[in-house]
């Protein structure tokens, strides 16, 4: 469950986000659409606790992150999946060592990251490439890549920020539908995006935002 009540951010006298109120129940996928700079990004940074709020409260999964202090944070953070626009892969890594280095953090030991890095990569379709370096991979692969790195630890979340960015709609598609194969199986998931055709044909609710305030909220939906 992810829950903005009354939430405002402020970066030096700017207003990034002004009242926000929103609620995504656990399990449900939802869009976050708005112009360049309407706040999508900082949105998701404060779910991710990358941010914090000037005024306002979020919950998350029933943790308020105000309230959660600063040594809680890796923890927290671990339960949520972050997917970025540029897969941000290390280039003097192979696909797997980029997807282990979550669980290396962690400490986990080798038989289980082997286990779980093969298990994000093979639900991305890329188990094969798993010896290879990123950057002799196409885009859309190293954004599988990105996403099996973020669903490696098993998180509750999924946050996404322009994940089909630089993609032509064929592969936008695919990756779509792996977010879409995710939330099937219970994963909440929200996604930054500008592409509103692909948006209004998969018919999940929309938060807009412009210039930092909400526009239309239709979540009411995912009661559904």
């Known amino acids: 469950m992810i829950s903005f009540d009354r939430v405002s951010k402020t970066y ?8 926000v ?41 029933g943790i308020n ?15 949520i999946g972050f997917v970025f626009q540029n897969a941000k892969l290390l280039t003097d890594r192979s696909v797997f060592e980029n997807v282990a280095l979550p669980l290396q953090i962690r400490g986990f030991y080798k038989n289980e990251i082997k286990t779980r890095v093969c ?28 996403i099996a790195r973020a669903i490696v630890n098993r998180p509750d979340i999924i946050l996404a920020d322009e994940p089909t960015g630089n993609l032509d709609p064929d592969l936008s ?7 879409i194969d995710f939330n099937n199986i219970g994963t ?30 239709d979540l009411g939906r995912s009661d559904e």
């Not at 659409?33 to 409260?57: M, Y």
């Not at 598609?173 to 977010?179: K, N």
């Not at 044909?201 to 938060?207: A, D, E, N, R, T």
Request: proline share 3%; glycine share 6%; net charge positive.
């Open 119 to 146: 298990a994000a990569l093979d639900k991305v379709g890329l188990l094969f490439k798993k010896n290879m370096n990123p950057i002799t991979l196409s885009s859309g692969q190293q954004q599988r890549v990105g």
């Open 188 to 217: 909440t998931i929200l996604i930054a995006s500008h592409d509103i055709t692909m948006i209004k044909k998969l018919q999940y609710p929309v938060i807009n935002l412009k210039n930092g305030a909400v526009q239309r909220d």
């Open 21 to 61: 109120n929103f609620l995504i129940k656990s399990g449900k996928m939802a869009f976050l659409t708005g112009h360049s700079g309407a706040g999508k990004s900082t949105l998701l940074k404060l779910i991710f606790a990358l941010e914090h709020t000037n005024r306002g409260v979020i919950v998350v999964n």
């Open 173 to 179: 598609h695919d990756i779509m539908q792996l977010f």
């Open 12 to 19: 030096e006298q700017m207003n990034a986000l002004s009242n």
């Open 65 to 79: 992150l105000q309230q959660m202090p600063t040594r809680a944070i890796p923890e927290y953070r671990q339960k």
